[in-house]
């Protein structure tokens, strides 16, 4: 996957816009406008393609060049159609999500204001509902970045407790094998000791102790029975 720094799409974005205006600005190439609006859509599609993305990942790619064919092809859409008075000026909230997602909060409200200085060029009477259309670009990308901070909260977080739990069951491991691998053999040899040997038999203090090993190991068998209860509900939930 191509990538670009955040100045060099920022500038191509802007050049993007200024094209796009061009090319409805020029009677000879406007005629062509839906089909080369056509053909972008195509090429954006193919480089989904090409970068194996699932059918569903309609987004451009962060920091990819997808941003700048979507941009160029919706723009072609809206202003060969109308423009603000457009069917498909609704396309514009979808634009701004793109660009929400896809690049810095910096380079969308600069590229809004590309947009709010597009449509208004291009020779619109500017209405009160036309005005009010221009004046929802800002507002709406606003919403768009807080919903893409929260959203970057989330899935931080999310990978946090991945990483919490992936310490947690490797310290269970080092605890098991610690409890299977020594500490379990030296509390049975103990005990095989003190069972065995004749003058430990009669000893009350030599049974306290055996009891006391007893109890000892019930708990670690408690113990591990509830570490592999709980990890086996973590496993169920993910």
Same mark, same amino acid.
Do not use: C
């Given at each position: 996957m191509l990538r670009t720094t955040a100045f060099i799409q920022t500038t191509l974005l802007l050049i993007t816009v200024l094209i796009a205006y061009l090319w409805l600005k020029t009677p000879s190439l406007f005629q062509y406008s839906l089909q080369i609006f056509a053909l972008s859509i195509l090429i954006y599609f193919i480089g989904k393609r090409l970068t194996k993305a699932k059918i569903w990942h309609l987004a451009p790619t962060e920091k990819s060049p997808e941003i700048i064919i979507a941009s160029f092809a919706l723009l072609l859409l809206i202003g060969a159609t109308g423009n603000t008075n457009s069917v498909f000026f609704p396309l514009s909230y979808l634009?701004?999500? =793109? /660009?929400? +997602?896809?690049?810095?909060?910096?380079?969308?409200?600069? &590229?809004?204001?590309?947009?709010?200085?597009?449509?208004?060029?291009?020779? #619109?009477?500017?209405?009160?509902?036309? &005005?009010?259309? /221009?004046?929802?670009?800002?507002? #709406? /990308?606003?919403?768009?970045? =807080?919903? !893409?901070?929260?959203? $970057?909260?989330?899935?931080k977080k999310n990978y946090q407790l991945e990483q919490e739990k992936a310490i947690i069951g490797q310290e269970n491991q080092e605890i098991d094998f610690f409890i299977n691998s020594f500490l379990k053999p030296k509390l049975n040899f103990v005990k095989q000791?003190?069972?065995?040997?004749?003058? +430990?038999?009669?000893? $009350?203090?030599?049974?306290? #102790? !055996?009891?006391?090993?007893?109890? =000892?190991?019930?708990?670690?068998?408690?113990?591990? !029975?509830?570490?592999?209860? $709980?990890?086996?509900?973590?496993?169920? !939930?993910n």
């Open positions: 634009h701004l999500f =793109f /660009l929400a +997602f896809s690049t810095r909060a910096t380079t969308a409200f600069l &590229m809004t204001g590309a947009i709010i200085w597009f449509h208004y060029s291009l020779g #619109i009477n500017l209405d009160l509902k036309t &005005m009010s259309d /221009l004046a929802t670009l800002p507002l #709406i /990308l606003t919403f768009f970045l =807080f919903a !893409k901070k929260q959203y $970057q909260e989330v899935i000791t003190l069972s065995s040997s004749p003058q +430990f038999q009669a000893s $009350q203090e030599i049974n306290d #102790i !055996k009891q006391a090993v007893d109890v =000892f190991e019930q708990h670690i068998d408690e113990y591990t !029975k509830e570490a592999k209860n $709980q990890t086996a509900n973590e496993t169920s !939930k």
